[in-house]
């Protein structure tokens, strides 16, 4: 939520922002492209500074670095100083990312990936909404990013509270070292029910061993960015993310104009905009419940159906009034295509490479929303925005390419981490109903007890 608060504001308080500054209308490119150079360069570093602090410090700095960010935006007097400030905002922005995607993947499931993204969109939403309640008590623009700097002070405190829980979890490790397997089912007292990690089950080295793998990440030899290039899909992982954030970012950009030339009122396009960043929130809460029952692969693959299908539809003479229900289905669909590949990335490449891959990643996500934008807007000037689908079908068939190939690189690693995730979830079965029987037999022997 923290990382959404100052993401929406920009583009909501620019038409008073740069009337206040004196400052053309289209500046705000040159602030968007300023903090997302620093993002990428943050991205990149971060592997590094995460092995120094940890996931709990790096990101309450870093939220620390966006609230002192936000307050130099309230506080600018000047175009040349925003775009200072434009240099933190970036930088925070780049390493909240990283280490909080990176912390997810390893050490939480697909379903609270996929909400961790979804909560981007509540604070994403309340930024324009802190922004309205800021012009209309006499606070303007700045009285906005100020609200913001507060709200991420806020967060930053309750981030250092936390941080023996951060410590505690990445003290125990990723998620497939925290497997529960029941132990003798002869004992009667759910108390001294003893457990044990795959590795230390009395099945053996051999088995255990199996089934862990790469399971020590802060014992694995780290590598630069460099090297990590060379690691087999990493390239295609790249492309990835950087035809995947094309298709969101054009689709975001580009979706009020397109449906502006179709002939709705402009107060009629914004709304329907709105109502695209609701469903990709809405489809990331939902998708949360979906991972419970299906992996992240199939998840990647149902969202980029759904996409193709929105694109289709909407590359076909429509009537405008099912148009709305294309652009709710291409937010739809990209609502569990990011999370799930974030997800996936220790399965892919194991923990050790996980924040060197996910940073890569981003530095992907963030050149294709730099690059491919406004290279439509050049499309677009010089033809016309009706191509608007047909871009949106070009990087919906690029980006399920690149899956495609990607998955075929590393289909070996997914297998195993997919089987490894239904022997989890079969342990865990077993361990719980195992529990409730002693539960049971326990409290029938207390009754009996007490009856005699």
Known sequence: MGLGLPDTILGAA????????????????????IASLGTIVSSLCTPKVLRILGTGKLVAYSIALTAIASLGYGFADSFNILCLWAIPMGIGAGAVDVAMNNFAAIYLESKHTNWLHASWGIGATLGPSLLSFSIMTDGGWRGAYEYVAIALAAIFVLILISLPLWKRAEARGGLSENVTIPASSRSTDPGNAKVAGP???????????????????????????????????????????????????????????????CGFKPEIGAFIVSLMFASVMIGRIAS???????????????????????????????????????????????????????????ARFGESLS?????????????????????????????????????????????????CLLDYVTHKKLNKSYARERVIDILHTVSMDTLKRERRLQRRLRNRHRKH
Request: charged share 5%; with cysteine.
């Open 199 to 261: 590795g230390n089950s009395s099945s053996g080295n051999a088995s255990g061993n199996a089934a862990r793998p790469d399971s020590n990440s802060n014992n694995a030899p780290h590598i630069s960015i460099r090297e990590a290039l060379r690691v087999p899909g990493m390239k295609l992982s790249f492309l990835t993310f950087f035809f995947y954030s094309a298709l969101e970012i054009s689709t975001s950009l580009w979706c009020g104009t397109y449906l502006i030339a």
């Open 355 to 403: 924040s060197q891959a996910i940073s890569i990643q981003l530095a992907g996500s963030y050149i294709g929303s730099i690059l491919m934008p406004p290279a439509f807007g050049l499309v677009a000037a010089k033809f016309t925005v009706h191509l608007w689908p047909i871009s949106l079908s070009i990087f919906v068939g690029l980006l399920l390419l690149c899956v």
């Open 288 to 346: 949360g419940f979906f991972a419970i029952k299906f992996t992240d692969h199939r998840l990647i693959y149902a969202g980029i159906f759904i996409v193709s299908v929105g694109c289709l539809i909407l590359s076909i003479p429509l009537p405008l009034n099912l148009q709305p229900a294309c652009i709710c289905l291409l937010g739809l669909g990209c609502a569990p295509v990011y999370p799930s590949l974030i997800h996936a990335t220790p």
């Open 14 to 33: 620019w038409p008073l922002m740069h009337l206040d500054l004196k400052t053309p209308i289209s500046a705000a490119g040159i602030l968007s492209i």
